[in-house]
């Protein structure tokens, strides 16, 4: 008998013990060491994904901020530019000049350095305004973000300073392209005689065609970056009256051989020589 009573203590001691013990007994099991674990990786890898959002897109200005601190809409008819490499290099057009300069990114964080420029002027007086107070702005940029395909460059206090939308520059060959000024060889750039029209078709070959005004003309041209040699070109043989026209012709036809680079803004290409002056400027011709 009094050993069934210490049994029967024994299993009541038990009961106890497990009802203390929800687990049933057993020991909470501990964290398997080998999960993975958050660590800042994640967060490097998302600051570098957005580097890369910001770089090799070419960005055109929408707004900036003026010298009256008000939002201004950028000219319609003068293309500003922006393109960040990976080496830490930003360039693009101002307007009128091209400009370049030095940045750092640190996640949300931008810097961008003083930029230096090309030392042409450009009419009307608006370009030049608006390029001055663009390249005063991108030098207050403290930080960047990018929504949807639009770059916002903030200052120290969060605000939009510049504004851009993501676009694709048009492309030197596959289209025609009409002259609106040409280099006249006494310093000066005129416009088209009246009632004419100059073209220019860019092959990928390397062949160079289109219409002089009067005649028909072909030729060649090579690239190197934004480096051009265009070749002295031949056409076909009519002559044409009206005052001016083949004086333009020939000057059109000089002032392509001058070219030594190119650049499209938009849908606007210029030829310019070696010391910078503009040789021909056209307009891309809407595709038909």
Request: aromatic share 6%.
């Amino acid at each position: 008998m009094k050993k069934m009573i210490v049994v029967l203590s024994v299993l009541a001691a038990l009961l106890a013990l497990v009802a203390c013990n929800p687990s049933g007994g057993q020991e909470p099991i501990a964290a398997d060491a080998t999960e993975p674990v958050a660590t800042d990786a994640a967060a490097n890898e998302e600051t570098v994904m957005e580097a890369s959002m910001l770089q090799g897109v070419r960005w055109v200005l929408v707004s900036y901020l003026n010298a009256a601190g008000e939002t201004a809409e950028a000219l319609a008819d003068r293309e500003v530019t922006a393109e960040f490499n990976a080496e830490g290099q930003m360039a693009g057009s101002a307007g009128c000049n091209r400009y370049f300069a030095s940045y750092t990114v640190d996640g949300s964080a931008l810097t961008i350095g003083q930029a230096g420029s090309t030392m042409m002027a450009c009419e009307p007086a608006e370009v030049m305004e608006q390029e001055a107070q663009f390249l005063a702005v991108l030098g207050t940029a403290a930080g960047w973000h990018v929504e949807g395909d639009q770059l916002h460059i903030l200052d120290a206090n969060g605000q939009t300073v510049a504004l851009f939308a993501a676009s694709e520059p048009a492309s030197l060959t596959g289209g025609t392209w009409s002259a609106t000024g040409i280099n006249n060889g006494k310093q000066a750039v005129t416009s088209l005689v009246i009632d004419t029209t100059v073209t220019a078709v860019f092959n990928e070959d390397g062949g160079l065609n289109g219409s002089a005004g009067c005649n028909n003309f072909m030729t060649s041209y090579t690239l190197d970056g934004q480096n051009i040699t265009i070749q002295p070109a031949a056409t076909t043989r009519k002559m044409c009256t009206g005052e001016g026209v083949m004086e333009q012709e020939t000057q059109f036809l000089t002032a392509l051989t001058t070219a030594a680079t190119w650049n499209i803004s938009g849908e606007v290409l210029e030829l310019r020589t070696a010391d910078g002056a503009l040789a021909v400027s056209f307009t891309l011709q809407p595709a038909e």
